[in-house]
C-alpha cells in the first residue's frame, strides 16, 4: 500500500481552489460589466426619448433650435444607435 504524499495533496487542493477563486473573481467582474452595461442602456434610452422629444417639438416650431443643434442632437442619436447593435 503506498502512502498518501499530504504535502503534494495539499498544495494541489490549495492550486484548485485559486484557480476557482480566480474563475470567481473574473464571473464578478463579468456580473459588474453586465449590470454597467445595463445601466448604459437604460440612461441611453432616455436621451433618445428625450432627444426625440425635442426634436419634435423643433420641427413642429414649438421651441427654436439652430441646424448645428439639431444636427448634433441626430449624429449623438445615430452614435448610441451604433451601440446598441454591437
Sequence with gaps: MSSINFDNLDKEIFGINKELQ???KALEEVKKRQDSNKSAKK???VFIEKAEAVIEKAEKGKIKLS???VERIKETLKKILLIFKS
Excluded: F, I
Design 22 to 24: 480566480d474563475v470567481q
Design 43 to 45: 440612461e441611453a434610452l
Design 67 to 69: 441646424e448645428d443643434q
